[in-house]
């Protein structure tokens, strides 16, 4: 189930009235972190139903890993010579779309929304584009004289401020990410993981998926660059040289 609501930081209730500017975008009521993952084994038939409760806006669904049928809508099955084959589907406000495929691709793959805001969470836009800003000195100086706990921010982007654990009004969930595999996954809102694992006896979830060795990509090592004829910038410096590194 997809639906947008406007929440304003801080409140308890969404607002009934608003038709354009919507800033939580949930799952079955839920946005990620907390949305469930959805677990297959590996090999089976699935079929997802996506059904638009939003007031205004479609959302184009995306599965990464697989192609998937589109196989029905709202008003019923569609005729086999007649689905579409897509890694993404538009599901219009008010319509359902259900989409069929084999999972015999293994591993943790993300099923979001493409709208890019529908994966923020309260993600404001009243302020200034301050990317590629040099502050300089800027933020010591406003500290010393105006404000103590002013910092600049946004300069390379607002994907990690979900990991400063900044504190916020109650009831609020601005540019709410979760820990991944890898990294901080830097996603909110409409957005889960459907976790394709071979041998399992359930459908409870399984945890990270443990990449087979050799699979993820590691960095380069200095003699490495070398062998391949690659040139590191003049002042950047080079990864250390050993051959005992481990793809994890």
């Known amino acids: 189930m997809l639906n947008e609501w406007r929440i304003d930081p801080g409140t308890s209730r969404p607002m009934p009235n608003e038709m354009t500017d919507f800033n939580v975008f949930s799952m079955n009521a839920r946005i990620f972190p907390g949305t469930e993952p959805m677990v297959a084994k590996l090999g089976e038939r699935v079929r997802i139903r996506f059904v638009n409760l939003s007031a205004m806006e479609h959302h184009p669904m995306h599965l990464h890993g697989h192609t998937f049928r589109v196989v029905e809508t709202d008003g019923g099955q ?87 654990g900044m504190p916020v009004p109650r009831n609020s969930l601005p540019m709410m990410g979760g820990p991944g595999p890898f990294d901080y996954i830097a996603m909110g809102g409409m957005f889960t993981v459907i ?53 994890s």
């Open 78 to 164: 569609i005729p086999e010579s007649a689905q579409q084959i897509e890694t993404t589907v538009l599901v219009q406000v008010g319509s359902a779309r259900a989409i069929e495929f084999i999972a015999d691709n293994p591993g943790d793959w993300p099923v979001h929304c493409h709208m890019t805001h529908h994966t923020m969470t309260q993600m404001g836009d009243k302020f200034p584009n301050t990317i590629g800003v040099k502050s300089g000195k800027l933020d010591e100086k406003i500290r010393s004289s105006l404000l103590p706990g002013y910092m600049t921010m946004g300069e390379n982007g607002m994907a990690d401020m979900g990991t400063m």
């Open 195 to 247: 976790k394709i694992r071979d041998g399992i006896t359930s459908y409870e979830d399984p945890g990270w998926y443990r990449h087979p060795e050799g699979t993820v990509a590691s960095l380069a090592q200095a003699d490495e660059l070398r062998r391949d004829n690659v040139e590191i910038p003049a002042g950047q410096s080079p990864p250390p040289t050993h051959h005992d590194h481990q793809h």
